[in-house]
Structures are given as structure tokens and as C-alpha cells.
């Protein structure tokens, strides 16, 4: 009977890389294979109390070929024949090599006749296969196996050795190093590893065989010069399996701990974000709080560029810091939540709700801060505009009143004519029309004075001295105004003559006077509007103005021709009076001052009035300009909102591709900046315009701002969502079509696309799926799986709670026993561990952690330095106080 060995693919090596058949023909190999095979048969035959002085010799008859396998399988092989003839020897060589098949090992051009005939070449192949077979191919680190498993293994052990770097099985032990070093990771009181020399292999490689030998059961397998390794390092993997548990112990440990260390490093920075932000908005707030208004507009106007680098520069990056503190909140829950760890409760007051509501009261105040500098500016224009018209009108009035009381005061009619005290008298009668005429400006003096006050005008104080000086002193004028008409009048009496001419031309003069004034000061009156309509009224009034100018001429000439015939009377008649009118003040130059200047007036409040017509045209051009913008972003944000909210409901397909798609949107969204930028400066040129209000359109800036703001947020939460999915996905080891059932089952039963689920959609998904019944018991059920989706008792079931109820009974993580036992397989079932055990057992930064984080032991047989692995363990989970 003919047999083949091979292997399959996942097995450790293939033949050709260890088993060549030319190197058959080299005889020194061939005689160092002897010796490392026979070495090891030996090594398993002398439990059995036997042993084989020649390979191809001693396994002729099959009987010790048949011990072999029993001793290394610790199994029972059929009974051999004890006959000795070549059948019976075939026989017995058949049933060890049917063993061997029944392993799993296949055979190739090994047969019973070569192996009886004693062929070397077979003989040792065979002996390989075994070797393969039931020392090597069991061999198992961290899902490798084999030659790989073995080599991991090694380097592992070796790996804190200086002048030891294992690569291979064949020039990385050349120097014997390698084997003390395994001697010494495991048994170090059997070999002092400082005191070897890289330099003398030899005696390293015959110190090592030695020691094993004597101390571990391990033959020599090998010359110091020796090649063949593998199978002499295999005897030391299974003389020191027991120590394969504490490193898949410490493994798990050093598992446990990078997470746990991870999630530290989160928390941390989740801390300090949340700090700088909540400090940033708590120095914020008061800044926008502050109501204390400015004197001037230059100061307003510097508090309004203030507040725009605000909007432009200082909030958005905090905008996207909150987001991404949010972000980076949802992913350390997630992460707490996949590896079986207490939720993160952030510090006081340090929580997403508190940074929302800290953030809610920034906005509330950003808003009112906003509405009173633009208040604050249109009081200060107009206060300046008010101001400006109550010194011009105080001006006026005081240029007027300058001198009247002395005048009113003079007793000249005491020692006048008849004709001068009627012409006092006259004169005086004259003012008092005049005084008449001006109780209006006076009136609008104060009424203008209240107002400034009711605007809290900075300067309040000087206009209001000023219009008490004016009131008192018109007050004045009225009580004299009264004394000098009743002196008058009871002079009067005594007097006869009086110059009607000169007293027609007083009467009507002093009106035109004061007409004229008027008209000088309405053509100077400075003006503010806001609109087309606004402009083209004053430009309506103005054309009135101008068309009663023929009328007010013809009134100036016939004054003008009194005193022309006053002057004709006087020449004609040869009179030697003055002909100067002693009625009135208003002399005939200063009606021809006043007319001219006037009609200097004119044509400057028409350039004045058509340039402001020409700026509210302007104005409103920048009015059509934003709104055009702003009715396409507008509707263009709540699009986006739109597609956003349905594609999270509707996408399906594998969560990359979500996450791709929702990237390509929030790209989209991003490219679309620069026209909210053209946006911001269209309104920056409307405000600095002073325009505050807009027809053309619905949309504020802030709409547009507070939109796009929404709009960034909502795409970034969008893509956590999915992200989460994926980190969960993974972590719990759910397939796409899973991914997409839940995804399915969700969506069916989300009947207002919510998002989310209410309670009796919830519970209707659970029936649906079988995970609760329809009855009593049912809905006790349902009630504890709410409280575990819901903690909050909102009501709602988001897909991502929903996923983790689906995925909760099949998760696989780790738990505070498992750590616990494991730290108990490295303290070699003691109740407490030491520092020096866990640094020889975990790496130094792991094995640094744990000391510096362990309590102290003080249970039963407690000794010095003791550490409490158990309450260490239990406080990674939150079961603990430590």
C-alpha cells in the first residue's frame, strides 16, 4: 500500500519550504537529520522505557513506529501482528501510516514496502510528517499557526534581549543566543543570560542543549554548528506551554487597558475643549450684554465693525468647535458603550445640555446685542440731526433777541416828538407783531429741547441752560414788551403825526422780514430720510416753495415802493427829517440781503435734495442687489435641509457608501460658501449705507446666517450618525444585509420619517420581530427593553439605541471577571500581584500603568508591595470606588 503527505492551505507551511528533496543527496544533511529525528523519537520513547539507536533500522517491523505514536498522541493503535515475517512487518507499518492519514495528514510517495526495507530517505520523511504532524502544527499565537505561530512565539519571548533579533529558523540561532534567552524568559535561575558572549556561539549553543537537557527533558538534538532548528524549538514551546496562558492572560490584560487608557485621553480632551469653550462663552456674554450706549456715532459705528469681526471671525470657529465637541462626545459613548464600560459623565456643568444652554444664551444675546446697536445708531442720527436744528434755530432766535430788552428798557419818548413818540409807537407795535411771529420758533426751540431729552442726549445739560436762558428771557421780553406799549399809549395822546407811509411799510416789511427768514432757515433745515418716496415728498414741497417765489417777489417790490415814496415825499416837500423809518428796523438793504440770499438758497436745497435722491437710489439698487441673492440662498438652504433630512431615512446600501454620499453633500455645501460670503458683503455695504429695512425680500441676514449655521450642523451630526453606525457595525460584528434589515425594519415602522420611533411604533417593530408577545407578559417585557433604549423617558427610540438593543445579546466583550482572572493566571493564583511580575509580563508602558493606578493589597497573606489587581479591575468598569 502507497501513501501521500501534503497539507492544506491554511496549514502552516508548505512542503517545499521545509522538506526538499534534493537536499536528500547532500549526506551531511542527511546525517544531521538522523541525529536531530532519532534525538527526538527518543526523547517520547524513553516514557515509554525504550529507545531506537538507528532510525532506519529500529521502525523496520513497525512496532516501535506504532509505541511512537502512542506515546506522543496518548492514543490507542490497533493491535500489531507479532509475527516476523515482511507481511507482518507491511502490516503493522500500515496501521501507523493509516494513523496518520486518520489526522489529517495526506501522504505522498511514503509507503509501507520503503519504510520496511529500511529507505533513509523515506524513513525521514516520515518521521517529518510526525514531527509536523504532533509537535509543530498545533502550535497556535494569536490566530497564527504553525511555523508562524512558532516564530511569533519566539520573537515574543525574546523581544527584551539585547543582541537577539529572531527573523528565521535557520541564522537567527547561530550564535545560541536565542536559546538561552528562551531558557532565561522562563527559567531564569537556571542560566545567567548578562554573562553570555554574542562572540562564542558554540558554547552558547552547548550551554543551552546542556540546561535543557538536565533541567527541561529536552535532548540534543543538535552539533553546536547544527542547522535543523524547528524541531529542537518546538521541544522548548512545549515544555513551556504553561506559560502560554499567562501571556494570552497579559495579552488580554494590555487589551483592556490600550482601550481603557483611549477612552482616558477622550475624556480629557472632551474636559478641555468644554472648558475653552464655556470659557470663551462666559467672557463673550457680558461683552454682548453690555448696553451702555456711546455719545457719538463714530464710537457706535466702531461697537458695529466690533460685532461684525465678531460674526465673521470669533463665533465660526466656535461654531464648529461645539459641533465637533458634540461629535467627539456622541463617538467616546459609543466607544464606552461597544467595550462594556459606564457612560462618560463629563464635570459639572461641563455636559452637552449645559454647553447647548450656555451656547442658547450666547445667541439670545448676540441677538438683542445686534437689535440695540442698531438702535442705538438711529437715535444718535437722529439726536445729532435734532441737536444740529436746535443750535441753528437757538442761533437764530438769539441773534434776533440780542439787544431787545435794552431797547424795550429805553425811556427816549420822554423827551421825543409828537411824531417820534408816534413812531415809537408805531415802532413798537411793529416789534410786537415781529415778537408775535417769532412765539413759534421759540416753541419749537423747547419742544425740540424735550425731545433731546426724552433721546438722552449726551449733552442734555448745555441745551437745556440754553433753552431756559431762551425761555426766560422771552418771557422777559413779553413783560417789557407790555410796560413800553402802555407808556406809549398814555404818551400817545399828546402826539399826532405820525408817517402812515413809514408805518405801512413797517407793517409789511417786518412779516416779509420774517417770512424771509423762515425761508432762509427751511432752505438750510437739514433733512434725513430713508426712502424714494421719502425724498421725492421734499422735493414735492420744495417746487411748491418755488412757486410761490413770483408772489413773494411782488410783495418785496411793493415794500420796496413805500419806501420809495417815503423817500419821494420827502424830496418833494423838502422835508428835513431823516429818511430812515422810524417804525421799524427792517431797513430796505437788508430786504435786499435777505431776497438775494434766498435766491442764493434755492438752487443749493435743489443740488442737496437731488443728491440725496441719487444716494436712496443708490440705496435701493443695494436693497434689489442682496434680495436677488438672498431669495436664491434662502430656499437653497432649506433644499439642502430638505435632501439631508430625506437621505437619512432613505439611503440604503453599505454605511461607506452613506458615508461617502453624505460627504459629497457636505462637500457640496462647502463649495457653496464664497456665495454666502458675497452675501455678508452686500450686507456689509447695505449697513454701512444705513438702510434698515427691504421690501424685495423676506430673508435677513440673520435668517441666512442662523440657516447656514443649521444647515453645517446638521451634515456634521448626519455624518457622526453614520459614523457611529459603522463603529458599531464593526465593533459588534454585524454584516451590511443585518445593517440593512435593521436599517429597513426602522424605516418601516418610522411612519411620520421622524427618525426616530415612538413608543407604540417601537413596540409594534419588537412584536413584529418576535422579541415581545402581544399579553401581559408581553408588555412587562416591552417595558424593561424601554427603559434600556430610552433611559431618558422621552418617548423616542433613535436607530442607533435601536441597533444596540438588536446587537446587545450577541456582543462580545470583555468584563471586569474576565480582567480580574486574568491578572490572577499572572500573579499564579494569589490574590494580589506584584510590580515586578507585571513588568515581566506586560509591556513597560502598560505594566507602568497598572502599578501606578493599583491600590495597595491589604487582604489575608498580604506581603510588601502588594498590589489589589481586583479592586484595579472592577474600577475599569465602574464597580468600584477606586
Not at 498545533?138 to 504553525?146: F, H, N, P, R
Request: aromatic letters at 8%; glycine letters at 4%.
Amino acid at each position: 500500500m502507497q501513501y501521500t503527505y501534503n497539507y492544506e492551505e491554511d496549514e502552516y507551511m508548505t512542503q517545499e519550504e521545509e522538506w526538499d528533496r534534493d537536499l536528500l543527496l547532500d549526506p551531511a544533511w542527511e546525517k544531521q537529520q538522523r541525529k536531530t529525528f532519532t534525538a527526538w523519537c527518543n526523547s517520547h520513547l524513553r516514557k515509554a522505557g525504550t529507545q531506537i539507536e538507528n532510525i532506519e533500522e529500529d521502525f523496520r517491523n513497525g512496532l516501535k513506529l506504532m509505541l511512537l505514536l502512542e506515546v506522543i498522541s496518548g492514543e490507542r493503535l490497533p493491535k500489531p501482528d507479532r509475527g516476523k515475517m515482511r507481511f507482518h512487518k507491511i502490516a503493522n507499518v500500515n496501521k501507523a501510516l493509516d494513523y496518520i492519514a486518520s489526522k489529517g495528514v495526506k501522504l505522498v510517495s511514503i509507503g509501507a514496502e520503503e519504510i520496511v526495507d529500511g529507505n533513509v530517505k523515506m524513513t525521514l520523511g516520515m518521521i517529518w510528517t510526525i514531527i509536523l504532524r504532533f509537535a509543530i502544527q498545533d502550535i497556535s499565537v494569536e490566530e497564527t499557526s504553525a511555523k508562524e505561530g512558532l516564530l511569533l512565539w519566539c520573537q515574543r519571548k525574546t523581544a527584551p534581549y539585547r543582541n537577539v533579533n529572531i527573523q528565521n529558523f535557520h541564522l537567527s540561532w547561530k550564535d545560541g543566543l536565542g536559546l538561552c534567552a528562551l531558557i532565561h524568559r522562563h527559567r531564569p535561575d537556571l542560566i545567567d543570560y548578562s554573562k553570555l558572549n554574542k562572540d562564542d556561539p558554540i558554547g552558547n549553543i552547548n550551554l543551552a542543549m546542556e540546561i535543557a537537557e538536565k533541567h527541561l527533558d529536552i535532548p540534543k538534538m543538535l552539533d553546536a554548528e547544527g542547522e535543523t532548528i524547528m524541531t529542537y524549538v518546538s521541544c522548548f514551546y512545549h515544555a513551556f506551554a504553561g506559560a502560554e496562558q499567562a501571556e494570552t492572560a497579559a495579552n488580554r490584560i494590555c487589551k483592556v487597558l490600550a482601550v481603557n487608557q483611549e477612552n482616558e485621553r477622550l475624556m480629557e480632551e472632551y474636559e478641555r475643549l468644554a472648558s475653552e469653550l464655556l470659557e470663551w462663552i462666559r467672557r463673550t456674554i457680558p461683552w454682548l450684554e453690555n448696553r451702555t450706549p456711546e455719545k457719538t456715532m463714530q464710537a457706535m459705528q466702531k461697537k458695529l465693525e466690533d460685532f461684525r469681526d465678531y460674526r465673521r471671525k470669533h463665533k465660526p470657529p466656535k461654531v464648529q468647535e461645539k459641533c465637533q465637541l458634540e461629535i467627539n462626545f456622541n463617538t467616546l459613548q459609543t466607544k464606552l458603550r461597544i467595550s462594556n464600560r459606564p457612560a462618560f459623565m463629563p464635570s459639572e456643568g461641563k455636559m452637552v445640555s449645559d454647553i447647548a444652554g450656555a451656547w442658547q444664551r450666547l445667541e439670545q444675546a448676540e441677538k438683542g446685542y445686534e437689535e440695540w446697536l442698531l438702535n442705538e445708531i438711529r437715535r444718535l442720527e437722529r439726536l445729532e440731526h435734532l441737536a444740529e436744528k436746535f443750535r441753528q434755530k437757538a442761533s437764530t432766535h438769539e441773534q434776533w433777541a440780542y439787544g431787545k430788552e435794552q431797547i424795550l428798557l429805553q425811556k427816549d419818548y420822554e423827551s421825543a416828538s409828537l411824531t417820534e413818540v408816534r413812531a415809537m409807537l408805531r415802532k413798537h407795535e411793529a416789534f410786537e407783531s415781529d415778537l408775535a411771529a417769532h412765539q413759534d420758533r421759540v416753541e419749537q426751540i423747547a419742544a425740540i429741547a424735550q425731545e433731546l431729552n426724552e433721546l438722552d442726549y449726551h449733552d442734555a445739560a448745555s441745551v437745556n441752560d440754553r433753552c431756559q436762558k431762551i425761555c426766560d428771557q422771552w418771557d422777559s421780553l413779553g413783560t417789557l414788551t407790555q410796560k413800553r406799549r402802555e407808556a406809549l399809549e398814555r404818551t400817545e395822546k399828546l402826539l399826532e403825526t405820525i408817517d402812515q407811509l413809514h408805518l405801512e411799510f413797517a407793517k409789511r416789511a417786518a412779516p416779509f422780514n420774517n417770512w424771509m427768514e423762515g425761508a432762509m432757515e427751511d432752505l438750510q433745515d437739514m433733512f434725513i430720510v430713508h426712502s424714494i418716496e421719502e425724498i421725492q415728498s421734499l422735493i414735492s414741497a420744495h417746487d411748491q416753495f418755488k412757486a410761490t417765489l413770483p408772489e413773494a417777489d411782488g410783495e418785496r417790490q411793493a415794500i420796496l415802493s413805500i419806501q420809495n415814496e417815503v423817500e419821494k415825499v420827502i424830496q418833494s416837500y423838502s422835508m428835513r427829517i431823516s429818511a430812515s423809518n422810524p417804525y421799524s428796523t427792517v431797513t430796505v438793504e437788508e430786504i435786499r440781503t435777505k431776497w438775494e440770499k434766498v435766491k442764493q438758497l434755492v438752487p443749493q436745497r435743489d443740488q442737496s435734495l437731488q443728491e440725496e435722491l441719487a444716494r436712496q437710489h443708490a440705496n435701493e439698487r443695494l436693497r434689489r442687489q442682496f434680495a436677488a441673492q438672498a431669495n436664491v440662498i434662502g430656499p437653497w438652504i432649506q433644499t439642502k435641509m430638505e435632501e439631508i433630512a430625506r437621505s437619512s431615512i432613505e439611503m440604503t446600501g453599505p454605511l461607506e457608501d452613506q458615508m461617502n454620499q453624505l460627504k459629497q453633500y457636505e462637500q457640496n455645501i462647502i463649495n457653496y460658501k464664497h456665495n454666502i460670503d458675497k452675501l455678508e458683503g452686500d450686507h456689509q455695504l447695505i449697513q454701512e449705507a444705513l438702510v434698515f429695512d427691504n421690501k424685495h425680500t423676506n430673508y435677513t441676514m440673520e435668517h441666512i446666517r442662523v440657516g447656514w449655521e443649521l444647515l453645517l450642523t446638521t451634515i456634521a451630526r448626519t455624518i457622526n450618525e453614520v459614523e457611529t453606525q459603522i463603529l458599531t457595525r464593526d465593533a459588534k460584528g454585524i454584516t451590511q444585509e443585518q445593517m440593512n434589515d435593521f436599517r429597513a425594519s426602522f424605516n418601516h415602522f418610522d411612519r411620520d420619517e421622524s427618525g426616530n420611533l415612538h413608543s407604540d411604533e417601537f413596540k409594534a417593530c419588537l412584536i413584529s420581530l418576535g422579541q415581545v408577545g402581544n399579553d401581559l407578559q408581553g408588555e412587562a417585557e416591552f417595558a424593561r427593553i424601554m427603559s434600556l433604549v430610552d433611559p431618558n423617558g422621552q418617548g423616542t427610540v433613535t436607530f442607533q439605541s435601536f441597533i444596540d438593543f438588536m446587537t446587545r445579546e450577541t456582543a462580545d466583550t470583555d468584563t471586569a471577571e474576565q480582567v480580574i482572572a486574568s491578572f490572577r493566571i499572572l500573579a499564579s493564583d494569589k490574590p494580589y500581584i506584584l510590580a515586578d511580575e507585571l513588568r515581566r509580563e506586560l509591556p513597560p508602558e502598560q505594566a507602568q500603568y497598572c502599578i501606578k493606578r493599583m491600590p495597595p493589597y491589604t487582604g489575608p497573606g498580604s506581603v510588601p508591595g502588594a498590589l489589589d489587581y481586583t479592586s484595579f479591575s472592577s474600577a475599569l468598569y465602574g464597580e468600584s470606588d477606586l
